[in-house]
């Protein structure tokens, strides 16, 4: 017997095949089915991969040493390229932490300030200066205040029209009128070319000071603002017979590795600029790093 017309069987195979579209779209009964059907096919994808694995496992047989060391050579100039970046990421991420140290700290002043940079340092052993990026088209004048995160740094001594030079508070000619936070004891720090130790002077035996003791500027002599932190007594040693006692402490600000720094805007620091024409509009240059 002859099997069913042509027609007849694609008719057939049209309507099987609406009706499984139909169940899958609808009623999802044939995910178990495709689920079966591709377990039974991973063979099939199998060997028909093998060709090619076994292509490539052939030819790693025979990778010549030049080769390999082309390779290797690629991989190290990657990992350099690699580390390189690495190592300005963390650059970078250390710059961050200390701006946002910084303007913390501007946050907390009643002064206006401004963001400067510290871009050259004196090869004196001498001198304890250092020049910043801020000058005169800034509103810089000589005498203004210069601070890192964590306290006084020192004062700026001579300006241009881009940059300024700035004596640190470590500097053996450099004098801070200071108090004692804790029950406002008036003296004079002194620097003595030490970036990490300086010495309070004339301070007599009776005086009521202790280790640990903070110091901040008292504003007497008005060259620096009152009540900005300058150093931390360390320690304290008295002569027999000697009216003063020896007294060494150590600066908040660090002096040798700050590289980001505040330029101090006093209200009289901002009148003087109004009233200089060549000054005009220099400060206003760095609005946004005003803090009030």
């Known amino acids: 017997m002859q099997g069913p017309l042509p027609g007849i069987r694609l008719f057939l195979v049209i309507i099987l095949s609406v009706v499984l579209v139909v169940l899958d779209a609808r009623f999802n009964r044939l995910d178990d089915v495709r689920g079966a059907i ?51 990421y963390a650059a970078l991420a250390s710059e961050n932490t200390r701006l946002r140290e910084l303007m913390n700290s501007a946050g907390v002043l009643d002064d206006r300030v401004i963001l400067g940079e510290v871009v050259s340092v004196s090869p004196d052993p001498y001198s304890h200066e250092v020049v910043i990026n801020k000058g005169e088209r800034d509103g810089v004048q000589v005498g203004q205040a210069i601070l890192d995160a964590n306290g006084l740094m020192g004062q700026v001594v001579q300006t241009s029209q881009f940059t300024s030079r700035v004596l640190l508070i470590s500097d053996s000619s450099h004098a801070v009128p200071v108090e004692v936070v804790r029950n406002g004891l008036r003296a004079i720090l ?95 240059a760095d609005a946004t790093g005003e803090a009030n």
Do not use: M
């Open 190 to 284: 002194l620097g003595n070319g030490d970036t990490e130790a300086l010495e309070l002077v004339h301070v007599p035996d009776t005086a009521d000071i202790r280790e640990g003791d903070l110091l901040v500027s008292s504003g007497l002599g008005g060259r620096f603002p009152k009540g900005y932190p300058v150093a931390e007594i360390t320690s304290i040693s008295k002569q027999s017979g000697e009216p003063f006692v020896d007294i060494a402490a150590a600066p908040k600000a660090q002096l040798n590795r700050s590289r980001l720094v505040l330029v101090v805007f006093t209200p009289a620091d901002d009148g003087r600029s109004a009233e200089a024409p060549s000054l005009s509009g220099g400060a206003g």
């Open 38 to 88: 591709g377990t039974g096919l991973a063979p099939v994808h199998w060997l028909g991969n093998a060709p090619d694995r076994a292509s490539d496992w052939f030819s790693s047989l025979f990778t010549t040493r030049e080769d390999l060391l082309e390779e290797n050579e690629a991989l190290r100039a990657r990992l350099l390229i690699l580390e390189r970046r690495a190592l300005k």
